[in-house]
């Protein structure tokens, strides 16, 4: 099969697919159970797997979202169930936003729900970015909540009371995602509610009691979920770097090591 290099299209790109690249060679063994993340990085990942799949590596992957996929079984990699097997070896997904803790939020290609029964299965959770997603304090991202669409109006107004108890301002953006004039709908048929926190706090306790909420089915908030994180540079440099790590982000040394 001819290989077809991977395209990029400006310098965030060329990060990601840095990041994405020493992903693929740190973290994926032979026999490896792997989770496939969604959004631009893990599919810049998922590609380079496909590199090396068809090199002769032997894995099998759980996609996040019908796009990752879509996309995994054009490239060639063989998928499995969730339910099908034990436990993933590893979990390669990039986040929306990252502090120095790990605290991530996710969800802005609408993939939270899958992304995090998925993660919570695996026995490593690798998260992979460009340097940009590196933040000291959540919040400037929308917090992404996947709510069922009956009475999706009800379900907000809680959303909102609940962040109000919590002293975020009565006028916090709560709105429902759209696209095209149309409401997003996830690939499990419900909607996406964005909220404009700024800076986020009370984030542990957020995380649990708004999944609480009737109508609510996951929250964008993964706490406590990752293990290492990769973060690649536009000239192609990238490495792993332990939680948690410094800010500002210091970019690491020829060899790649993290700090």
Not at 6 to 16: G, N, S
Not at 104 to 116: F, N, T
Request: aromatic fraction near 8%; hydrophobic fraction near 40%; proline fraction near 5%.
């Amino acid at each position: 099969m001819t290989r077809r290099p991977i395209r990029t299209h400006d310098d965030q790109d060329r990060a990601k697919l840095a990041a994405g690249r020493y992903a693929a060679e740190k973290y994926c063994f032979e026999g490896a159970k792997l989770g496939l993340g969604s959004g631009t990085t893990s599919h810049y990942f998922v590609r380079a797997l496909a590199e090396k799949v068809h090199d002769g590596l032997d894995v099998v992957g759980v996609p996040t979202s019908k796009g990752t996929r879509d996309l995994a079984l054009e490239l060639g990699i063989t998928l499995v169930d969730l339910d099908d097997i034990d436990r993933l070896d590893v979990c390669i997904d990039g986040p929306d936003e990252v502090d120095p803790a790990g605290a991530m939020i996710k969800g802005g290609g609408a993939c939270l729900l899958w992304e995090k029964l998925v993660e919570r299965a695996t026995a490593k959770f690798v998260v992979v970015a460009d340097a940009t997603k590196a933040v000291g304090t959540l919040g400037a991202f929308p917090l992404p909540i996947e709510v069922v669409q009956f009475s999706w109006g009800t379900t907000a107004k809680a959303i909102r009371s609940l962040l109000v108890e919590h002293g975020y301002p009565e006028q916090v953006g709560v709105r429902r995602r759209e696209r095209d004039g149309a409401p997003v709908v996830t690939d499990n048929g419900n909607f996406i509610i964005d909220v404009q926190l700024d800076i986020a706090r009370d984030i542990e306790e957020l995380t649990v009691e708004l999944n609480c909420i009737p109508g609510v089915v996951e929250n964008g908030f993964f706490v406590g979920m990752a293990h290492e994180i990769v973060f690649g540079w536009p000239d192609g440099t990238a490495g792993a770097f332990s939680f948690p790590f410094a800010m500002p982000l210091q970019k690491p040394n020829a060899e790649g090591a993290g700090a």
